[in-house]
């Protein structure tokens, strides 16, 4: 599966990803303490975990979903009769 960068753009979970970098880094530069940054950040990465096993999910029920392909291999080279 390749991944361009316009649809990691229109991702939810990298939305996410950047904002709670980006309030970690604003945290730290205005001098906030670890646990206080933490306490606006673990929320979104809550939320990316949460999705990411919503998609698991999704992929699992979507691949049980599609019908079963069963494909018959006959020997020519020694033919049973």
């Known amino acids: 599966m390749n991944v ?8 939810k979970k990298f939305a996410a990803a950047a904002l709670a970098s980006g309030l970690s880094y604003l945290g730290v530069q205005q001098g906030f303490d670890v ?3 933490a306490l606006f950040t673990a929320p979104l990465y809550a939320y990316i975990g949460g999705q990411a096993l919503a998609d698991v999910g999704k992929s699992k029920a ?3 979903a599609e019908p079963a392909t069963v494909v018959t ?6 033919p049973q009769p």
């Open 4 to 11: 361009t960068a316009p649809d990691l753009l229109k991702s």
């Open 35 to 37: 646990q206080q940054i």
């Open 62 to 64: 979507k691949i049980e």
């Open 73 to 78: 291999i006959q020997n020519t080279a020694n």
